[in-house]
């Protein structure tokens, strides 16, 4: 058995009508965090309304509410809608597993589970939330004196896209508008390696390494869904070291500025992106 150490014990809600599914998941996960259950879909949303858990682990064929209906209801509840859903379900047919990543789960598996593949899964869907946690937390050192309240509002909210990448580059933090410039959802986001979505990320690191107002503001040319290019401000901002370190990342589009004004695009000092991702 694996367990998770952490300064917050994470919660685990496993949701499945059959008791007996529930006894082998509970005992595959025992010390991976305080785990709850739940045998009904509209339990599950009690239960998750009333303290947000960490991760769901959830059945798709249960009696009144489905697996399906309990992930769209999260979803589409701003308290609950960064909550990490996994399914673990009989069914096996690849329908069932594009619905479930199309309502928003991170991962499909089929029972019955395989405990070592479970609790490889679960501990990377952990570790990605706490890493998201951290990005949160060094946001909201920074940001200190706008108040805590208001951090996570301010992120969501900014015009700018906001990505927060761990040292070991995978996003931890997206706002709406990194998603919409990168064409991704959050789910797709998080965990996901961020050079994927922003192939210039290193040369930035790089740059920054060696002259850290070297970068700032420089225009680059990122490729959107559908084979668009866009220009896009970049800079970014480190904080902490080593294998703890996060790294903001702030993009701006300016296609549009470029488009109406080419003349001043290449006076002095403005230059079009040239910077391919």
């Known amino acids: ?5 952490a300064a917050h014990e994470p919660t685990i809600l496993i949701v499945d009508d059959d008791a007996g599914a529930i006894q082998v998941l509970g005992r595959m996960l025992a010390g991976f965090g305080r785990l709850r259950f739940a045998t ?3 339990d599950a949303l009690v239960l998750s309304r ?3 858990p960490d991760l769901v682990l ?3 064929g249960m009696p009144g509410l489905s697996g399906f209906d309990v992930c769209r209801a999260m979803k589409a509840d701003p308290a609950l809608a960064h909550v990490p859903v996994i399914f673990i379900t009989s069914f ?3 329908d069932f597993e594009v619905q479930a990543l199309r309502l928003g789960a991170v991962d499909f598996i089929t029972k019955p589970c395989v405990a070592t593949v479970l609790q490889d899964r679960v501990r990377a869907v952990l570790r990605v939330q706490r890493q998201a946690d951290a990005a949160l937390r060094a946001q909201r050192e920074q940001w200190q004196p706008l108040g805590n309240s208001r951090i996570a509002d301010i992120v969501a909210a900014a015009a700018d896209a906001v990505v927060s990448v761990d040292a070991a580059g995978h996003i931890v933090l997206i706002n709406a508008a990194a998603c919409r410039l990168l064409s991704v959802s959050p789910e797709q986001a998080l965990g996901a390696p961020a050079r994927q979505r922003v192939p ?3 040369t930035l690191l790089a740059r920054a390494a060696t002259d850290p107002a070297a970068f700032d503001r420089d225009t680059w040319a990122l490729e959107q869904a559908g084979g668009r ?3 896009v401000e970049a800079s970014l901002s480190c904080l902490g070291e080593g294998a703890e370190q996060i790294t903001t990342l702030i993009l701006r589009e300016v296609t549009r500025r470029f488009r109406l004004a080419p003349a001043r695009a290449n006076a002095p000092g403005q230059h079009p992106p ?3 991702a």
Do not use: N, S
């Open 40 to 42: 009904r879909g509209e």
């Open 58 to 60: 959830l059945d798709e």
């Open 200 to 202: 210039f990320l290193d």
């Open 274 to 276: 040239e910077h391919q």
């Open 1 to 5: 058995m694996t367990e998770i150490h």
């Open 50 to 52: 009333q303290a947000v």
């Open 229 to 231: 290019a866009c220009a």
């Open 92 to 94: 096996d047919q690849p």
